[in-house]
């Protein structure tokens, strides 16, 4: 009988660094659902755990819960008869997937990718920075690209605060009663924000630490590998918000030394929130990559200006082709259309809660090797590809 290292190496041999991969849905029970994941009606509801809100990509971050559920959030290789987690596959053939130099540096793919989809706004909320966080938690800088699809109630977000609170050092003055009060809150903290349209094809660049409450489009965002969070308010259209969440990774510490509130909001990156220059320095919108246009064909960077991960959107008309070649490992998913991959198919919306064929993992090799992308389907194809740290290292800065 094989072991396990030998069934994942005969895979990636078997599918020739192209592997399928089962699809990562997380549940949550704090808002309502979007139900644009492309699942039928039945399948978002995931019992007392709530709806399906979100969809992983190439997952190897655990969806952290009141109610735990093992290994959610987590994504798996499509081998037939088999049910190994990528986290496992990355333990026993790491080198093999990421290449032996990142896979010395990073042991992992270091990054989440993932599609959002609540029925309302999100609420006020920051992921804190390295040094506000106990040792064995990761920071979380992010950034969205909204997709096209529908809106919903609120397609604006809120980012930061009103910059005058910050130069007169009055946020304590007005957030922490927020806080101590909670009940009753409602969405006053809103009031001291600004917000900016949710725009499709565009996005924004969010480093950690900074208050923000995403609309209701539905975006895809791409992070550093973590799952950390602070909230800031208590109501969202109606739905309440444990206080429980204010302080999910404030360090014990700080809770005892400050009180819940006010180590909370300690956290908060006032002078990134309060930057007068907000939409100028982080706005994200696509940008041509020249490198490597081929023709009238060519990809987008979509998240870009950071070395922690980036993203490129391909557009292909009707059986155009596209030879990607990449420096490292990656994955896929195709939001519209459907290709041929030197033999492997991907469609959009060819996704249950167990099965999918619009995702796909490239290793290293492959990447490096190349393959070939045709729109074999009668409509345009959006393709879009996510990095880790360090593949990527020389991207446009975010911005005007």
Not at 7 to 18: A, R, T
Not at 290 to 314: C, D, H, M, N
Request: charged content about 25%.
């Amino acid at each position: 009988m094989k072991d396990q290292t030998q069934i994942i190496s005969d895979f990636i041999k078997g599918s020739n660094g192209l592997l399928k991969l089962r699809p990562a849905f997380v549940a949550h029970d704090f808002l309502p659902p979007g139900k644009r994941l492309g699942l039928k009606e039945e399948e978002y509801n995931a019992g007392k755990r709530g709806f399906y809100c979100e969809r992983w990509f190439c997952s190897e971050t655990h969806a952290v819960h009141e109610q735990d559920v093992p290994g959610e959030g987590i994504s798996a290789l499509e081998i037939p008869g088999e049910n190994i987690l990528l986290t496992e596959a990355l333990e026993t053939n790491g080198a093999e997937i990421l290449g032996e130099a990142y896979y010395k540096k990073h042991g992992c793919l270091d990054r989440l990718a993932k599609i959002f989809d609540f029925g309302t706004r999100l609420f006020m909320h920051i992921h804190q920075k390295a040094e506000n966080l106990d040792a064995d938690k990761n920071p979380k800088d992010e950034a969205y690209h909204f997709l096209d699809a529908p809106m919903g109630p609120h397609p604006e977000s809120f980012f930061g605060v009103q910059r005058f609170l910050v130069e007169n050092n009055m946020q304590y003055d007005y957030f922490l009663p927020l806080m101590q009060k909670w009940e009753g809150g409602e969405e006053e903290i809103l009031k001291y924000s600004q917000a900016f349209l949710n725009v499709p094809g565009e996005g924004f660049f969010l480093d950690s630490g900074i208050l923000h409450a995403p609309g209701s489009a539905l975006t895809m965002e791409l992070q550093e590998s973590s799952d950390v969070g602070a909230i800031f308010q208590p109501v969202v259209s109606g739905y309440k918000i444990s206080k429980s969440m204010l302080a999910k990774d404030v360090p014990q510490a700080e809770i005892e030394k400050y009180g819940e509130e006010l180590a909370a909001l300690h956290q908060v990156d006032w002078e990134a929130s309060g930057d007068p220059e907000f939409f100028k320095k982080r706005h994200l919108f696509p940008r041509k990559v020249e490198e490597t246009a081929q023709g009238e064909v060519f990809e987008e960077w979509i998240y870009y200006g950071t070395p922690k991960f980036s993203g490129k959107r391909l557009l292909l008309k009707p059986g155009q082709t596209f030879l990607s070649k990449e420096p490292g490992v990656h994955n896929l998913f195709i939001w519209h259309g459907e290709v041929d991959i030197d033999g492997v198919r991907m469609k959009a919306g060819a996704v249950d809660l167990e099965h999918c064929d619009d995702e796909l993992l490239v290793t290293h090799e492959r990447a490096l090797q190349g393959y070939t992308v045709k729109n074999t389907g009668d409509e345009e194809v959006a393709l879009y590809k996510f990095f880790g740290p360090d593949i990527h290292m020389q991207t446009p800065s975010t911005g005007y």
